[in-house]
């Protein structure tokens, strides 16, 4: 009999251990979905020439900023993806994770900035290094946002 408790208790800890991790996994899940609540939406537009780029971007409740991008680039390329990053200050620093119409099943992913001037984003020209297949702004050099092609103007939002 005394050898038949302890197997059964030890198989009764194990559940209400197993019940109390579920319970946590649920409680982080819904954190989660709670931070990754869009809070505003906001649309640009940048014409340079022939080229034409749609920006959309929600503002999370976490703070950090994810979108939608479609890049037309003269003469014939459309690169369309999403941007997902954070505001550091009034530069936006975000990851543009896309595929061109070119090379259809291949993705592309580049690091942006952009700052945040009056109501315009101003796409800026950064010195990028690519690291072990990850590409990124090399901090310590500055981010020219005056000598620019892309300077988004506001826009009303399509449905």
């Known amino acids: ?28 899940e819904a954190a989660k979905v709670a931070a990754e609540t869009i809070v505003s ?9 022939k080229d034409t780029i ?8 976490n703070g950090k900023i994810s979108g939608d991008m479609v890049m037309k680039v003269a003469p014939k390329t459309v690169k369309t993806g999403e941007v997902a ?11 543009y994770t896309f595929k061109d ?15 945040k001037r009056d109501k315009q984003l101003i796409l800026g020209n950064g010195t990028m290094q ?10 310590d050099k500055p981010i020219d946002f005056d000598h ?4 988004f103007d506001p826009t009303e939002c399509k449905k």
């Open 1 to 28: 009999m005394k050898n038949l408790v302890l197997p059964c208790l030890l198989v009764i800890c194990i559940g209400f251990q197993s019940c109390k991790n579920e319970e946590k996994q649920k409680e982080a």
């Open 41 to 49: 939406t906001e649309c640009y537009k940048a014409i340079y020439e």
């Open 54 to 61: 749609d920006l959309k971007l929600n503002t999370l409740k």
């Open 130 to 139: 690519t690291t072990m297949g990850v590409t990124y702004i090399v901090k």
């Open 148 to 151: 620019v092609k892309y300077k």
């Open 85 to 95: 990053g954070e505001f550091h200050g009034d530069t936006l620093f975000v990851d």
């Open 101 to 115: 119409s070119a090379t259809k099943d291949q993705i592309f992913k580049n690091p942006m900035a952009l700052l």
